[in-house]
């Protein structure tokens, strides 16, 4: 009977280590596998990383472009003003009024263009419509972004 307990106990310490043994295989394979798709993942972040890289380069390039030729077409503009004053546009001095509708103007520069209305000073337009410009060409810049990052959808 004893004999029976120790063969017993035998065969279970046996497959106890058979079956430990065979864990210990399917686990390495797991790892290796798993390694694999890490890998394979890791390289394809890295390559999606590269590519919104390039793309954020060359729609921020594109927008640096359009910045500088903004400030190049402000400046003529700035350009064109001054010319066109020497030519006939005339400033009203502050506290000038002409009338009781212009007396609220008092303290402030007016000036009268070639066609003799009355306005803003155009150097501030000119900044209001430099200003506004930049924010039409920085949506513009996101909405290309987002247009050449952005997946289709299926």
């Known amino acids: 009977m004893i004999r029976l307990y120790i063969t017993a106990i035998i065969t279970a310490m046996l497959v106890s280590a058979a079956s430990y043994g065979l864990h210990c295989i399917s686990q390495a394979r797991l790892a290796n596998k798993h390694r694999a798709e890490i890998a394979a993942l890791s390289a394809a972040k890295d390559a999606a990383c590269m590519t919104a890289k390039a793309i954020t380069n060359e729609v921020s390039n594109a927008y640096q472009k359009e ?76 909405q290309q972004f987002v247009r050449k990052t952005q997946k289709p959808l299926k």
């Open 67 to 142: 910045l500088t030729a903004l400030d190049v077409a402000a400046d003529d503009a700035g350009n064109l003003l001054d010319l066109l004053r020497g030519n006939g546009a005339s400033a009203i001095q502050p506290g000038v009024a002409a009338s009781g509708r212009d007396a609220g103007a008092a303290g402030k520069k007016l000036y009268f263009g070639n066609s003799g209305i009355l306005g803003p000073d155009p150097q501030k337009l000119i900044a209001i419509g430099k200003r506004a410009e930049k924010t039409r060409l920085q949506l513009l810049a996101c």
